[in-house]
């Protein structure tokens, strides 16, 4: 796949969903344009503020159709990309969808949820000459990259980490199918698959795995990475907050710490996704390869047997602002 200065086409799934915004904008800021799009739900005006001649879908088999009508017809009319935004057991058929189109996918985290659909994919990406691609933003984050830069400076020193990340999610979310682990791949998934991401890409791959809790809410544990021995936390529980949280106001407190010292990238995070998509047409995208370790660590911790957690290994580390 070689860089490309003319506008491409995109599709695009899951178009009423949370994350569809940032691809929609992405697709628009990096030049491209938007030709056809599906979601069953109907809500989906925002795409008048990228362009009033999408064809959009609520019944996914009449956008599977017209994706192949133009796949059939003149180059100029043919789709390029699919974006991938629909809920996370959908990811590995909608890929499908876009290398039988002649289409390369552009998928959102997670990538798929158990690991053994990836190496089928490789196999499609092979035999279809198209390329599977996904969301790693954090890869891209400018003070992120900074760090992975330092730490590889400093040799194979062990540092000591500490990742929490705390989100809280009312009632509707367990309705949805992001409470469904089974459609969601759980919390663990869901929630922690970006900064599991983000911790083997700094520290290398994993040697060792422990879970000391595990639950709807809140997932915890150790991990022994090449270059460092860490303690996560995650939760959609707002009682888990070191703050007080109210309705409209702040939810989320995310840390991590190396060695003791906070990593700071609050900010920075507006155009990760333009950022992500101007590397892929650029031919420099995140594929199957990229996304492999963390989900092949995700899927391992949500079978792993959960044990009690040492005196020094307590699941929930959380740092107070």
Known sequence: MTETSSP?????????????????????DSGHRLVAATDPHDAVGLLDRFAFDVRFFTEFERFDRHLEKLRRGPEESRIHYLTICSPNYLHDSHIRLALRVG??????????INPWNLDALEELEHESGNRVFTILQLRVHPQL?????????????R???RLTYITARGGWYHVSWKGRPDRSGGIV???????FDLLTWLFGP??????????DQRAGGTLVLARADVQWFLSTEAADLPFAPEPGSKTTFRSITV???????????????????EETLAGRGFGIADARPSVELTAQIRQAAVQPPGADAHPKVITHV
């Open 103 to 112: 289409a390369h996918a552009i998928c959102e985290k997670p990538l798929v």
């Open 145 to 157: 990259i900074a760090l992975r830069e330092r730490l590889q400076a400093e040799g194979g020193r």
């Open 8 to 28: 491409r086409n995109f599709a695009i799934t899951g178009v009423a969903g949370y994350i569809a915004p940032r691809h929609l904008k992405a697709i628009h």
């Open 159 to 161: 540092h000591q980490v």
């Open 206 to 215: 994993v040697e060792q795995s422990a879970v000391h809790l595990r639950d």
């Open 189 to 195: 998934t869901n929630i922690g698959i970006h900064f």
């Open 259 to 277: 060695d003791g010292q906070e990593v700071e990238f609050s900010d920075g995070f507006t155009d990760l996704h333009t950022r992500v998509y």
